[in-house]
């Protein structure tokens, strides 16, 4: 028995496997990904077994970057100073926020947030294995007089995304750091 539709034929009781382009199309990604090295970021190698975090007593960026070295890597974080290896100074944390254009009746438009993490990275023997250094992330976002409120929070928004990439690029500078081990 024969079906005719249109001007294809098709036999019953035969069945046929016809892919959705979909999934052909994520075959194909994973496919690509797999051949290029792509792997998941798994845990950092810090050169040292023990650091002490100094910061401000309410420092949300420190208690983020503990989080961080505790699940991400082997080092242990200190209670004091005197029973770590290494002490991560957080010198300064500023939040920042400026004018970035106005409007024709000048109202405020725009603005660019800025957020600076200061640190430094000393031994017991004061030996600095990296000097002051500076973490400026910057963002802008458009203001709104009507949608204030909304506002408010996707400023608090990006100052926190703000926060968790500065972690993230002090936890790879700190991977980065040379680290002399007693002989």
């Not at 892919?19 to 994520?26: E, K, Q, R, W």
């Not at 994973?30 to 950092?44: D, P, W």
């Not at 500076?134 to 203001?143: N, P, W, Y």
């Amino acid at each position: 028995m024969k079906l005719k539709f249109g001007s294809r034929s098709c036999r019953t009781g035969g069945l046929s496997f016809i892919p959705h382009p979909s999934t052909l199309i994520l075959l194909a990604a994973a496919l690509l990904l797999s051949a290029c090295g792509f792997k998941l970021r798994g845990e950092t190698t810090l050169p040292f077994e023990t650091m002490y975090v100094q910061a401000a007593p309410a420092s949300q960026f420190a208690v983020q970057l503990k989080r961080a070295v505790i699940a991400g890597s082997q080092t242990k974080i200190a209670d004091s100073q005197k029973e770590a290896q290494v002490t991560l100074q957080i010198i300064d944390e500023l939040r920042e926020k400026s004018i970035l254009s106005l409007s024709g009746t000048g109202r405020v438009s725009e603005f660019q947030l800025r957020y600076r993490v200061s640190y430094r990275l000393y031994d017991g023997k004061a030996t600095e294995y990296i000097p002051t250094s500076e973490i400026v992330l910057r963002r802008d976002f458009s203001f709104n007089d009507q949608a204030a409120l909304s506002k408010e929070s996707e400023e608090l928004l990006l100052y926190r995304d703000m926060q968790a990439d500065a972690v993230q690029q002090l936890m790879r500078r700190l991977q980065a750091a040379k680290f002399q081990t007693k002989s």
